[in-house]
């Protein structure tokens, strides 16, 4: 890993503590603040999830498992009339005259 030489302006407060702590973990001090800046870069410029994640969260705990069963029959032509039973073309429940016969 290449280093580069750099001053860094501590007030006299946080300088002794940071000495206290390098020596109590015998380490340098320029080890403890290198560890720092670190952690503090990858924390500070890490990705955030985009704010749409989640909104639409359905609360079917099982839906990833289950997605197969319940997108059986999505987007075919046929559906089942529920009043009566029938299956019909959606275009003729419409009542588009040309269902069922395609453009040329």
Do not use: H
């Not at 000495?19 to 670190?38: F, I, N, P, Y």
């Not at 985009?50 to 319940?70: F, H, K, N, Q, T």
């Not at 029938?86 to 269902?99: H, K, M, V, W, Y």
């Amino acid at each position: 890993m290449k280093t580069i030489k750099t001053t860094v302006y501590l007030n006299a407060a946080d300088y002794r503590k940071l000495k206290s702590l390098a020596t109590d973990q015998q380490r340098s001090a320029a080890e403890l603040v290198r560890e720092a800046v670190a952690e503090y870069t990858a924390r500070a410029t890490r990705s955030r999830w985009p704010r749409s994640i989640g909104m639409g969260d359905s609360g079917v705990c099982d839906l990833a498992e289950r997605y197969e069963d319940m997108m059986d029959g999505f987007g075919s032509d046929e559906f089942v009339d529920t009043e009566g039973d029938e299956t019909t073309s959606p275009a003729r429940r419409r009542g588009n005259r040309n269902a069922g016969n395609p453009a040329p």
